[in-house]
Structure formats: structure tokens, C-alpha cells
């Protein structure tokens, strides 16, 4: 073959490669040393440079609803009185009533009780509070709260009482508490005792209001760190870790060494802790018999606790009080 003919069948060849390529073939991707890089100057066209888009700044969002409501908030022991919250809102009361405490009937759209020195007080849902007994009285300081709004967490004790707000801000009322939570934010969830209030922060440090009482003060309890849930009571205080540990700090010595994979604890006249498979860790022997216990509460002569099924069990069947309670069904956090 002439270098003619060669010359015009590598030609033609290359024609044909041309044409099939534009009959809907895959075309070939340049190699990429051969792509221009941004700001480089192609046959006289500047290739643009690329931009960073810029966003706005994304505001920190306030803490909306951060408190997880738990079965605890379900019961409480009052003075003389117990109170149950049922899965529907609604509220019943066990005791002798003489000052109102148990005139919570006509309470709907509950979520939380809780039982204090002749009165009793509770939280709805659309963030307002209740009360029965001697806090009705406007000469009572417990009254003022009637006026909260935007409350989604609270604890009482009898002369202490402390209110979570929707933005992680912290109010009270009794135990020296007018200006005492000024600086405290993004709170998670709110303890008291009759002269003590401990907050828990969402990074799970702590905080504290009040004086120290019997086996513990202030400076321990704010030491801890990685908290993940809290309770008071006067007798002592009672933490749990993140890694499902306890940390304790009461008047008398409560061994928590075998204490683990805990998911709920409980402060009272004696410290409770429930592990995930259902084990109940306690320093009190009248709960040794306990089965299915998801809350308990106690104060200096009764305790009560929540079972798995909505039923109360109590310390003693033979008083009236707990006779009482005995029969109360669908006991719970309403839905």
C-alpha cells in the first residue's frame, strides 16, 4: 500500500470512530491533567473561580420541653396524704384531707404531682400549675405559682419549691430562692428539698442552691460530672452516671458497690436504684419483696412506689392511708 492509500484509510477510519461517537455513544472524559483548573486561562477564556457560598450563622436554639417526663412524677408522699397520677391527667389522693390537699378531682390534663406540708401541687400540660390545700390560701408564698407559665419541670418540699422553664432557665419560691437562680441556665431538670434546690445541666454538671444537710454540701455535689438523672431528698442525694453507675451522698452509709446498669433512681428516707433488667438496689429492707417497681418516693414514715402495671404498692397494708391507695389502677405518665 502507497503512503497515499495508508494515509487516506487511517482517514477514513477516524471519520468512522467520529460518527458513532455522535450516534449516542459514550463519549471519552478527558484525562484529567488535561482539565483546566480553576482561575486558568483557556484559549482566552478565563475559567472562573469557585466561591465559598456564604450561610448565615445558625442561632443556638433555646431548650424546648427538656424534660422527659419520668413514672416518678407519677406519685408522691405528701404530709398525711399520698397522690397518683393516671394515664389519663386526671389525679387522686389518699388521706385525711382536713386542709383541701386532696380535693384534686376536678384536676385535668396533669403531668406531674407532687405532695408537700398540707397541700398538694401539680403541673399541666399547657406548662401552668394547680394546687389544693393551704397553698390556696393568697397569704401562702406558694400561691404566687398559680401565675408561672412555661414551666416544664418542677419539685416541691415544704418550705422549698423550684420550677424548669421551656428555655432552661430556673424559678422558685420559699427557701431563700429570690434571686438564688438568677445565673442558672440551660437547666435539664430541677430536685429540692426543704432547703436545698439542685439543677442539672444538659452538659451534665450540677448545681446547687441552699445549705448542705447532714452527709453532704454543697461542694460535693457540684464536683460531679457526666450526670445523667438526679434526686434530693432531706436525708440525702442519690446520681446517676452515664455509665449507668451511681453516685450517693446521705447521712448514713448506703453500700452501691454492686450497683450497675442503672436506669432510674429514687431519693428518699432510703436511696433506690433500678437497674435495666429490673433489679431494685435499695438500703431499705421493707422493699426486699418489691417486684416490677419503675417509681418510688418516700418522706420519714411512708413510702410508695409505682409498679410496671399501674397498681401502688406501700410499706404497710394495716394503715389506712395505704389501704387506700391500694386500689388505685392506670397509675402512669400520661401519653
Keep these: 500500500m502507497t503512503d497515499m492509500k495508508r494515509g487516506l484509510a487511517v482517514l477514513l477510519i477516524g471519520s468512522m470512530v467520529l460518527l458513532c461517537g455522535c450516534g449516542g455513544q459514550e463519549s471519552v472524559i478527558p484525562d484529567a491533567m488535561n482539565t483546566p483548573n480553576t482561575g486558568e486561562t483557556v484559549g482566552g477564556i478565563g475559567v472562573p473561580v469557585e466561591t465559598e457560598v456564604e450561610t448565615e450563622p445558625q442561632e443556638e436554639s433555646a431548650l424546648s420541653l427538656t424534660h422527659i417526663p419520668k413514672p416518678a412524677d407519677a406519685i408522691s408522699v405528701g404530709e398525711n396524704h399520698f397522690l397518683g397520677l393516671r394515664k389519663d391527667g386526671t389525679v387522686v389522693a389518699a388521706g385525711r384531707g382536713e386542709y383541701g390537699e386532696c380535693d384534686v378531682d376536678s384536676w385535668t390534663d396533669v403531668?406531674?404531682?407532687?405532695?408537700?406540708?398540707?397541700?398538694?401541687?401539680?403541673?399541666?400540660?399547657?406548662?401552668?400549675?394547680?394546687?389544693?390545700?393551704?397553698?390556696?390560701?393568697?397569704?401562702?408564698?406558694?400561691?404566687?405559682?398559680?401565675?408561672?407559665?412555661?414551666?416544664?419541670?418542677?419539685?416541691?418540699?415544704?418550705?422549698?419549691?423550684?420550677?424548669?422553664?421551656?428555655?432552661?432557665?430556673?424559678?422558685?419560691?420559699?427557701?431563700?430562692?429570690?434571686?438564688?437562680?438568677?445565673?442558672?441556665?440551660?437547666?435539664?431538670?430541677?430536685?429540692?428539698?426543704?432547703?436545698?434546690?439542685?439543677?442539672?445541666?444538659?452538659?451534665?454538671?450540677?448545681?446547687?442552691?441552699?445549705?448542705?444537710?447532714?452527709?453532704?454540701?454543697?461542694?460535693?455535689?457540684?464536683?460531679?460530672?457526666?450526670?445523667?438523672?438526679?434526686?434530693?431528698?432531706?436525708?440525702?442525694?442519690?446520681?446517676?452516671?452515664?455509665?449507668?453507675?451511681?453516685?450517693?451522698?446521705?447521712?448514713?452509709?448506703?453500700?452501691?458497690?454492686?450497683?450497675?446498669?442503672?436506669?432510674?433512681?429514687?431519693?428518699?428516707?432510703?436511696?433506690?436504684?433500678?437497674?435495666?433488667?429490673?433489679?431494685?438496689?435499695?438500703?431499705?429492707?421493707?422493699?426486699?419483696?418489691?417486684?416490677?417497681?419503675?417509681?418510688?418516693?418516700?418522706?420519714?414514715?411512708?413510702?410508695?412506689a409505682l409498679r410496671v402495671d399501674g397498681t401502688i404498692v406501700t410499706t404497710s397494708d394495716s394503715n389506712s392511708l395505704t389501704g387506700q391507695s391500694g386500689s388505685w389502677t392506670n397509675i402512669g405518665i400520661p401519653e
Excluded at 460531679?224 to 452509709?253: P, Q, R, S
Excluded at 433488667?277 to 414514715?301: L, R
Aim: proline residues 0%; aromatic residues 10%.
Design 111 to 304: 403531668i406531674k404531682v407532687r405532695g408537700i406540708w398540707r397541700s398538694s401541687i401539680g403541673l399541666k400540660k399547657d406548662g401552668t400549675m394547680v394546687m389544693a390545700g393551704n397553698a390556696m390560701d393568697e397569704s401562702d408564698s406558694f400561691h404566687q405559682i398559680l401565675e408561672w407559665t412555661d414551666i416544664v419541670d418542677f419539685d416541691a418540699a415544704d418550705s422549698n419549691m423550684a420550677a424548669l422553664k421551656s428555655d432552661g432557665t430556673v424559678v422558685g419560691v420559699g427557701y431563700r430562692s429570690d434571686t438564688a437562680y438568677v445565673d442558672w441556665t440551660r437547666v435539664v431538670k430541677v430536685v429540692t428539698n426543704s432547703s436545698a434546690t439542685v439543677g442539672l445541666r444538659e452538659d451534665g454538671t450540677v448545681l446547687y442552691h441552699g445549705s448542705g444537710s447532714k452527709g453532704y454540701n454543697k461542694e460535693l455535689i457540684t464536683s460531679w460530672t457526666d450526670i445523667a438523672d438526679i434526686d434530693i431528698h432531706d436525708e440525702g442525694v442519690i446520681a446517676l452516671k452515664t455509665d449507668g453507675t451511681v453516685l450517693i451522698a446521705y447521712n448514713k452509709e448506703i453500700d452501691i458497690s454492686g450497683w450497675k446498669n442503672v436506669v432510674a433512681i429514687f431519693a428518699g428516707e432510703d436511696a433506690m436504684a433500678i437497674a435495666e433488667d429490673g433489679t431494685i438496689y435499695t438500703s431499705a429492707d421493707y422493699a426486699a419483696d418489691w417486684t416490677d417497681i419503675i417509681a418510688y418516693d418516700s418522706d420519714d414514715i411512708f413510702a410508695l
